[in-house]
């Protein structure tokens, strides 16, 4: 599956109305540490089908950043049925961001 981008828009229908659980990646275009971590999670996205993986632009959807209380990018957030489960900020190995989900 390819790596969702969520806005303020379709947040409800694609992470709190998902059957599965969603790694959602804040990042920004500026962010060094955000671009080691993206295609990692690129990745994720298409090996693993039973989970659903999201982006979050902090500068194109300040609503949301502030939603989850990001104060530092990268930050990784897993949800399930609606609810975060374990959040992790900085850049971080394949092997941790699947233990995370």
Sequence with gaps: MSVIEITKGNFKQEVLESEKPVLLDFWAAWCG??????????????????????????????????????????????????KVVTQAVGARPKEEILSMV
């Design 33 to 82: 540490p955000c671009r080691m971590v993206s295609p990692i999670v690129d990745e994720i996205a298409q090996e693993r089908p039973d989970i659903r993986v999201g982006k979050v632009n902090v500068d194109e959807q300040p609503e949301l950043a502030a939603q989850f209380e990001v104060m530092s990018i990268p930050t990784l957030v897993v949800m399930k049925d609606g």
